[in-house]
């Protein structure tokens, strides 16, 4: 991530701001996707642009407060799906020692949970199968308001090996939280949920750390009346710049188990070349490969 930084004079205009500044950062990918599911236009092209903005600005006090917020584009995106055209919907903050508050387009309680996502797989995500609370929460959306437009708020602590996060919005409702431990090199994790629609998730909880050569996670989640979603996960090195990932999961509402292997190949200065093939839970492949250059 590249950081500029501007005077404050030109950031503020008043006198008395500590510290000012605004950091760019991102990525973007391009490859081909086949997915069976497509019948007939099986494989694609896809890419996406993400530029994130990061704007804080520091009182006298020592209260940094800032924004978060994201110019992304797909490949996919048009007239009929614009939800990653433009910015998306902001996230503000102020954070003092380990407390933060954020609100607006905020990240979600079991979204930001350790174990949600323990891998990345391929290129794509290629479904995000592997991801236990399946959505059903709030979290930070790229392309969209998210939150944004009903009334997100959060607050996270943390303090030593121990975080806390409790999030809630208008969005059906919810509030969630979440309260994550590292102890020995592993991390647990234990989430849960209030939210007036049945689907969404009531709780969930995770494991992950080191186990021999591989990094290991173990997540589970009651996604209420959908069902519950198991997810074993891990990644491995295969050399000094070739990483591993693969994952088994199943839940209620899969027709058949789903599972993937992906590969991230490090070329060095934020590029990587990635690919992935996975087994859907609707019985279907998916498979990517392509580029990702971080800056």
Do not use: C
């Not at 007036?196 to 009651?222: K, R």
């Not at 990644?235 to 994952?247: C, N, S």
Request: avoid cysteine; hydrophobic fraction near 40%; glycine fraction near 16%.
């Amino acid at each position: 991530m590249k950081k500029v930084l501007f005077a404050t004079t030109a950031l503020v205009a008043t006198a008395g701001v500590a510290a000012a500044d605004v950091t760019f950062g991102g990525y973007g990918r391009f490859g081909i996707l086949y997915n069976e599911a497509n019948v007939g236009n099986e494989t694609n092209i896809t890419s996406r642009f993400r530029l994130q903005i990061d704007a804080t600005a520091e009182s006298d006090g020592g209260v940094v407060f800032g924004a978060r917020a994201r110019i992304q584009q797909n490949n996919t995106d048009n007239a009929n799906n614009p939800a990653g055209t433009g910015i998306n919907g902001v996230r503000f903050f102020a954070r003092s020692g380990g407390l933060e508050v954020g609100v607006g387009n905020i990240f979600g309680a079991l979204e930001f949970m350790p174990g949600q996502y323990p891998i990345d797989l391929g290129l794509t995500g290629l479904g995000y199968q592997y991801t236990a609370y399946n959505f059903r929460g709030d979290a930070y959306s790229s392309g969209g308001s998210g939150a944004a437009g009903q009334n997100g708020i959060e607050v996270m602590y943390s303090a030593g090996d121990l975080s806390v996060h409790v999030s809630a919005s208008d969005v059906n409702d919810r509030i969630a939280g979440h309260i994550a431990y590292t102890w020995n090199g592993w991390t647990f994790a234990l989430g849960a949920q209030d939210s007036n629609v049945t689907t969404d998730t009531d709780w969930t909880v995770s494991a992950g750390g080191s186990f021999g050569i591989a990094d290991v996670t173990l997540t589970y989640a009651d996604n209420g009346t959908a069902g519950d979603h198991w997810v074993l996960a891990g990644a491995f090195d295969a050399g000094a710049a070739t990483k591993v990932e693969v994952y088994v999961s199943d839940a209620d509402y899969f027709m058949d188990t789903s599972y993937g292997i992906g590969v991230h190949h490090d070329l060095g200065g934020g590029t990587s070349i990635r690919g992935g093939v996975a087994s859907m839970g609707t019985g279907d492949t998916r498979a990517d490969l392509g580029v990702r250059f971080n800056f």
